[in-house]
Structures are given as C-alpha cells and as structure tokens.
T-cell receptor
Framework: AQSVTQPDIHITVSEGASLELRCNYSYGATPYLFWYVQSPGQGLQLLLKYFSGDTLVQGIKGFEAEFKRSQSSFNLRKPSVHWSDAAEYFCAVGPNAGNNRKLIWGLGTSLAVNP | ETGVTQTPRHLVMGMTNKKSLKCEQHLGHNAMYWYKQSAKKPLELMFVYSLEERVENNSVPSRFSPECPNSSHLFLHLHTLQPEDSALYLC???????????????FGPGTRLTVL
C-alpha cells in the first residue's frame, strides 16, 4: 500500500537550533517527493521537491532535504531555526510518470520554536 | 491577485443550507483540485479537474458538488451538509502532469467551514 509516515507528530526546538523532520514512504516505484509548510490559517506552501538528480535538494527559507532511496526517506533539515518557522510541515509523494495526479500525504509534523 | 485565491475564508452554515465555495487560480495552470483537511487525518483529495473535465472523484458524498466552468475557476457547491463535514477546504492548481510525472500543486488559503 502507498503511504507516507511522518513519525514525529510534534517537535519543539529552540530558536537557532538545528532541525530535522523525518519522512518515510512506501510507494512501489521511486516517487517524486515534496515538502510543504502550512502556517496557521494559511494554505500549504511548497518548500522543496525532488524529481531526480542530486539527492540533496535546496528549498526556500533555508530548508534542504535529502532523498535516501535505500531508506525510503526524504528528511527535511534546517541548520538554524527561526521563530517564524513555527508551522505544520507535510511530506507528500507522487508518481514519477503517467497521468495520475494524486499525491499521498503524511499526517504532518507540528513545529514549535522556543525563543 | 496572484496565486490561488479562495472565498469565503470562513463559512458557518446550518445543515439545511446551500452554499458555494469559490476558487480562482491566476497561474495559468490546467488542473485544479479540491482537498478536505481535517485534524489528525491526511489531506483528503476530493476532486480533480483537468482542462475543465473531472478526472477524479474520490468517493465523495453527493452533498458536495464541484463545478469547473473554465480552467481558472473552481466551485464546490454544498447542500445538506453534516457536522462531520466541518473542516478546512483547500483548493489547489497545477500544470500537467504531462509525461514526466506529477507536478507540484499550488494551494489557496482555504475556507474554514463549520456546519452546525
């Protein structure tokens, strides 16, 4: 079955600390991978995506993610967290070919940032 | 306006009311989506329209009725809803997918719906 697991429901970090949010997937073939962020009362904003090539991808707001095929993981990282990074983070995967437009979503990780 | 806009941002309705949610995308995309976001559940894809044709309907109850008059506008007509339909309804748009797989989706801010 296709699924995305974000093992951490809630994470709290101090401002300036490093951050890693985990994402594991089960998909059959190697999918396209996405990280989105949702601030309170807002829609989802794309942080970064992986389609192919270099397995370390850079995104907006200083975020990066690394695709590890052997571990079926796509973890999101940031070296120094800012208070404005407090939000909900969602990992999603989708097909790398064909006309299927359906993304498989994780449940999200809620990030709180202590001053 | 830029990106994907949704109106209204908040809606409270009774179970016997009829209302509509509106979405407009200003990105020139050819596909539009309705999602339902509920607490402690993955994002649920409700409907997908590609070039104004509905291409996906994920077993959504008939009390939700989508309409896509053109590639820039998407509506979700609501009637005789239930309290469990209270949620954040998100609209998204994308280009493609073409032959190389799924493209990123761009989301609107959502409509917070409360059914009394």
């Amino acid at each position: 079955a296709q699924s995305v697991t974000q093992p951490d429901i809630h994470i709290t970090v101090s401002e300036g600390a490093s951050l890693e949010l985990r994402c594991n997937y089960s998909y059959g073939a190697t999918p396209y991978l996405f990280w989105y962020v949702q601030s309170p009362g807002q829609g989802l904003q794309l942080l970064l995506k992986y389609f192919s090539g270099d397995t370390l991808v850079q995104g907006i707001k200083g975020f990066e993610a690394e695709f590890k095929r052997s571990q079926s993981s796509f973890n999101l990282r940031k070296p120094s967290v800012h208070w404005s990074d407090a939000a909900e983070y969602f990992c999603a995967v989708g097909p790398n070919a064909g006309n299927n437009r359906k993304l498989i979503w994780g449940l999200g990780t809620s990030l709180a940032v202590n001053p | 306006e830029t990106g994907v806009t949704q109106t209204p941002r908040h809606l409270v309705m009774g179970m016997t009311n009829k209302k509509s949610l509106k979405c407009e995308q200003h990105l020139g995309h050819n596909a539009m989506y309705w999602y339902k976001q509920s607490a402690k559940k993955p994002l649920e894809l409700m409907f997908v329209y590609s070039l104004e044709e509905r291409v996906e309907n994920n077993s959504v109850p008939s009390r939700f009725s989508p309409e896509c008059p053109n590639s820039s506008h998407l509506f979700l007509h609501l009637h005789t809803l239930q309290p469990e339909d209270s949620a954040l309804y998100l609209c998204a748009s994308s280009q493609g997918p073409g032959t190389r797989g799924i493209n990123e989706q761009f989301f609107g801010p959502g409509t917070r719906l409360t059914v009394l």
